[in-house]
């Protein structure tokens, strides 16, 4: 008789556990669904976003920003090809006169965009008066880096640093435009709660499969026709169990 208490009790126990897990099992599955319509509605809201004309006039600055830092890449260039050949002539200048702008310079040929006055084209001056004189001697390169000395012309300077310092402007207004553009911060957003969401999706699969690896391990029918057999042996009695 206790062995049969033991196992009724066993029995109730397991139905609540399995009552409680279908339960749960229920809820779970009722999120995963509201989650992944959400998700559809995240997904139609990034497709209508796409297609605004917030979002399209966005890209379009994007494009035209990406156009002018080229336009910038292609001007750094060209002041390098400009000084390289002659940095050997400034290097020796810098022996024969004492100048923080050449010593940048030296350091990089962009500090153009930093000689408000062009103290340059004066330093070149000085460079191949002091190379015609002798005074600077770069052996068999004098001939070339008098060539490329004359070559550089300060309306060309002007020009680059013009063109420079506009395409940086026109920069900095694009910033302000994609600043005030929400179109694209919407965009993360979405994508942000769409991943978010398939997040919570994928650990509720694991919850849902450990549930499900609980509830067959509940063997009620098993317990079921334990308890009848102990009653039959007991009193002879066949009796059903209806659950």
């Known amino acids: 008789i206790l062995n049969i208490s033991e196992l009724l009790n066993k029995l109730i126990s397991s139905i609540k556990t399995k009552e409680e897990l279908n339960k749960q099992l229920v809820s779970l599955n009722e999120t995963s669904k509201n989650l992944e319509f959400e998700n559809y509605s995240l997904n139609q809201n990034i497709s209508d976003l796409i297609n605004s004309d917030s979002y399209k006039a966005y890209i379009q600055l994007e494009d035209k920003k990406k156009v002018l830092e080229n336009n910038l890449v292609e001007i750094k260039n060209k002041v390098f090809e400009i000084f390289s050949p002659i940095e050997r002539g400034l290097k020796k200048l810098q022996h024969e006169q004492n100048s923080k702008t050449l010593d940048s310079y030296i350091i990089t040929p962009l500090a153009l965009f930093e000689d408000e006055k062009f103290e340059i084209i004066e330093m070149l001056d000085n460079l191949k008066s002091l190379i015609v004189t002798k005074k600077i001697d770069l052996s068999e390169k004098n001939s070339k880096i008098l060539e490329n000395i004359n070559s550089i012309k300060k309306v060309y300077l002007v020009k680059l640093v013009n063109d420079y310092r506009e395409y940086i402007f026109k920069i900095n207004e694009i910033d302000k435009e994609l600043s005030?553009?929400?179109?694209?911060?919407?965009?993360?957003?979405?994508?942000?709660?769409?991943?978010?969401?398939?997040?919570?999706?994928?650990?509720?699969?694991?919850?849902?499969?450990?549930?499900?690896?609980?509830?067959?391990?509940?063997?009620?029918?098993?317990?079921?026709?334990?308890?009848?057999?102990?009653?039959?042996?007991?009193?002879?009695?066949k009796i059903s169990i209806i659950i």
Not at 199 to 214: A, L, T
């Open 180 to 237: 005030d553009n929400t179109s694209v911060k919407t965009y993360v957003e979405y994508g942000y709660n769409i991943n978010f969401n398939k997040h919570k999706i994928e650990k509720i699969c694991v919850e849902i499969e450990r549930i499900d690896s609980k509830l067959a391990s509940i063997q009620i029918d098993e317990l079921k026709n334990k308890i009848e057999k102990k009653i039959f042996e007991v009193s002879g009695d």
